[in-house]
């Protein structure tokens, strides 16, 4: 109950925000609802009062977002248009697609939680602890199937699979919703997704968890493993959210932007999404968020050239 007033009332909040006039733009590369979406809304909730300004969300969630950076890239750079999106669309799609930009052509303003993608099996699989499921995967290389969404998911986890020496075979889905009803159905061996689509069945005994593309375990999931847990933990992959600014943008407006939203991040509305959600709570800023997508991207641009992939 506490999760669906959460939701409802960051859903409204950008009603009442337009109806103010002149607002910051907050560009959204995800659909309606998911958790980068709600994330968003908690945060302009919250940094709008600090802000003194009206706030608003744009949902744009196609082309991995490469439509909300490119609106965002032909804005005035005055903190009046923004983007926030997971991880992946900045350290992930661009191996696997063009993109019309580069990390010269924006200001990180704030990183903010992280969850695993998690990889599942159905109880039928023969294995009974993580270590055993990764035994079995590096002794039948290319055997198995896994759903992914054949992006910045699909690339987490071969970064993970890679590292421990084991090969499967992808099958490309839209989302982790459309993975879970193809793994629900027999129709692949292995969910790789999202913890809040599969969470339900892990609990019901529907799946089998075992490994995480974090380093360290996640308590939604006691029985899967973190990558330390193999020695690994350097090829962590998480999840997790950013908002930016065009470049150009002044540094008096940058300074501005980045206190309010650290200080909506550490918001009791925040920290309540991320113990709903199971989720760990974490905000980074400044040369710390940098290196922290630096690492990603290639880390990840190893992953996909070991792949033989170009975009």
């Known amino acids: 109950m506490k999760a669906f007033k959460l939701l409802l ?12 006039g002149d607002a910051v733009r907050l560009l959204v590369a995800a659909p309606a609802g998911g958790g ?73 303003l704030l990183g903010v939680s992280s969850a695993p993608y998690v990889v599942c099996a159905s109880p039928a699989f023969p294995a009974t602890n993580a270590k055993e499921f990764v035994e079995v995967l590096k002794a039948n290389p290319d055997k198995y199937t896994i759903g992914t969404d054949g992006g910045a998911g699909w690339l987490s986890t071969q970064r993970a699979l890679r590292a421990l020496g084991a090969s499967v075979r992808n099958i490309s889905y839209k989302g982790a919703a459309e993975i879970v009803v193809g793994f629900l159905g027999g129709h692949i061996d292995l969910y790789s997704g999202g913890t809040a689509s599969i969470l339900q069945s892990s609990q019901t005994g529907k799946a089998n968890c075992y490994l995480l593309t974090t380093a360290d375990r996640s308590p939604s999931f006691p029985q899967a493993a973190g990558l330390n847990d193999f020695g690994i ?27 309010a939203f650290l200080k909506a991040a550490n918001s009791p509305a925040m920290r309540q999404f991320h113990t709903d959600n199971g989720e760990k709570f974490i905000v980074f800023q400044g040369e710390e968020l940098r290196a922290r997508l630096k690492r990603e991207y290639d880390g990840l641009g190893k992953v996909a050239q070991s792949l033989g992939l170009k975009p």
Not at 9 to 20: G, K
Not at 233 to 258: F, H, M, Q
């Open 36 to 108: 980068t979406d709600v994330v968003s809304r908690i945060l302009i909730k919250e940094a709008a009062p600090l802000l003194n300004e009206a706030m608003l969300v744009q949902n744009i969630p196609a082309a991995g977002g490469v439509i909300a950076m490119s609106q965002m890239m032909q804005a005035p750079p005055n903190g009046k248009t923004l983007v926030a999106m997971a991880n992946g669309s900045l350290t992930a799609i661009p191996h696997l697609i063009k993109v019309p930009f580069t990390a010269d052509d924006y200001i990180p």
């Open 233 to 259: 933990g350097s090829e962590e992959t998480p999840l997790w959210r950013i908002v930016l600014a065009p470049k150009n943008t002044p540094p008096d407006i940058v300074a501005r932007l980045e206190a």
């Open 9 to 20: 009332c960051v859903l409204l909040f950008p009603v009442a925000a337009m109806a103010q």
